[in-house]
């Protein structure tokens, strides 16, 4: 790159790189912020056409990806460009830090002329001829200083004002980002990268209180296709927002719902016993089953709808795909048995 960016422009690009990474789940180190920076400014297209193919396939770029594409039209000059500028906090954290450095200067140097005028005043004889202009030009020094300083104080007090303006800009865009990147666009739901990542985390915890039990639940709608097929994909939609709402009205601090994909959801929750569990998720059940469907007029009833559920108690040191496989073997017990149930995989 051969000129450098203002910082502004770099905050800019910070700015719309950071969504971006977070929606694509890339950590926000300063080569992917390097790949991202020259995707936005569009310095090089064949770059941008190499990037959105990766994102168009898989819908992320991987660690590997992103180096071969820095590799390939970046050099070692950007990525030190690139952490000079590409981290907008630390740029304002170093201007805060050299406006405190600036303030500390001027402030002992005011308290070291403090200090000397209030020797040549203690140790002037008053009644001595030019005493009293010593005197006078001391008190108009530390005037003209005093104002000086306060000057600065004043600017000082300015740029702090921006730097937490702009330091809580840039939070809140990471935290709306993550936030977008982790529901689901159509139900509100946490989607299906927020259930991987809390899968992890549940599956870690193993310091249940006694007695507790932790469970996995996934629920598919009964049938829906043929719902699709018979009122349109909208009519489908609407469905999915309305199990959803009822899933949400159900769960309380006990749960966390989730839109596993397509017609299936799914719950994680710590319960004080099996029998406690099924029958929270029971009532879900019969809740999901109160669910009565209209036409566009809402004056005819064009359907009900059901769901079956699969429940997987959680065992010490689970593993996340063996929970969900065990959940996905009881959901296909309950579709077996008749659906619009609930099944159980304790073991
Ligand atoms: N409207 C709508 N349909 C979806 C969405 N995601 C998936 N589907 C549809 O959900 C249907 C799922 O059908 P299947 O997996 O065959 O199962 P089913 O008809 O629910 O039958 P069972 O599970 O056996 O009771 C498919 O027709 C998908 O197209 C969505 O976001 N909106």
């Known amino acids: 790159m051969d000129v450098e960016p203002s910082m502004a422009y770099s905050g800019a ?20 912020y390097a790949v991202w920076y020259c995707y936005i ?57 050299q406006g ?43 005037s003209d200083e005093s ?18 303006a702009e330091i809580k800009d840039l939070k809140n865009e990471l935290l709306s980002s993550k936030a ?3 529901v689901d666009k159509l139900t509100g739901l946490f989607n299906r990268g927020k259930f991987d990542e809390d899968m992890q985390a549940f599956c870690q915890q193993n310091r249940l209180k006694s007695p507790q039990v932790a469970i996995l639940a996934i629920l598919d709608i009964d049938h829906f296709k043929q719902f699709n097929d018979l009122y349109g994909h909208q009519k489908g939609d609407d469905v999915l927002k309305r199990v959803a709402k009822k ?26 016993s099996i029998s406690e569990a099924v029958n929270f998720v029971q009532k879900m059940r019969q809740s999901i089953a109160g669910l009565v469907i209209k036409d566009s007029r809402k004056s005819k009833v064009v359907g009900k709808v059901t769901a079956s559920f699969g429940i997987a108690i959680k065992a010490v040191n689970s593993k996340p795909d063996k929970l969900i496989a065990k959940a996905d073997k009881a959901l296909y ?15």
Do not use: W
């Not at 719309?16 to 080569?31: E, G, H, N, S, W």
């Not at 600065?152 to 740029?159: K, P, R, V």
């Open 41 to 97: 400014s569009q310095r090089n297209i064949a770059l941008n056409k190499e990037l959105d193919a990766f994102l168009e396939v898989q819908q992320n770029c991987t660690h590997e990806q992103a180096k071969y594409l820095f590799d390939k039209y970046l050099s070692s000059e950007d990525l030190s460009l690139f952490y000079r500028l590409s981290d907008g906090f630390d740029n304002v954290i170093n201007r805060v830090h």
């Open 333 to 347: 017990l309950a579709k077996e048995h008749g659906r619009n149930r609930v099944e159980v995989i304790a073991e």
């Open 180 to 182: 977008k990147a982790e």
């Open 247 to 272: 899933l949400v009205l159900c769960a309380d601090n006990k749960v966390r719902v989730y839109r596993y994909g397509g017609e299936e959801f799914c719950l994680t929750g710590k319960f004080s």
């Open 13 to 32: 690009c910070l700015k719309q790189a950071i969504p971006l990474m977070v929606k694509y789940k890339m950590p926000i180190t300063p080569l992917n």
């Open 100 to 142: 405190i450095s600036d303030t500390l200067v001027r402030s002992n140097h005011f308290t070291n002329r403090l200090q000397q005028c209030q020797q040549r005043l203690s140790i002037s004889d008053l009644s001595e001829a030019g005493a009293l202009d010593e005197v006078l030009d001391c008190v108009a020094r530390l």
């Open 147 to 164: 104002i000086e300083l306060q000057h600065h104080a004043n600017h000082f007090q300015h740029q702090l004002a921006s730097a937490y």
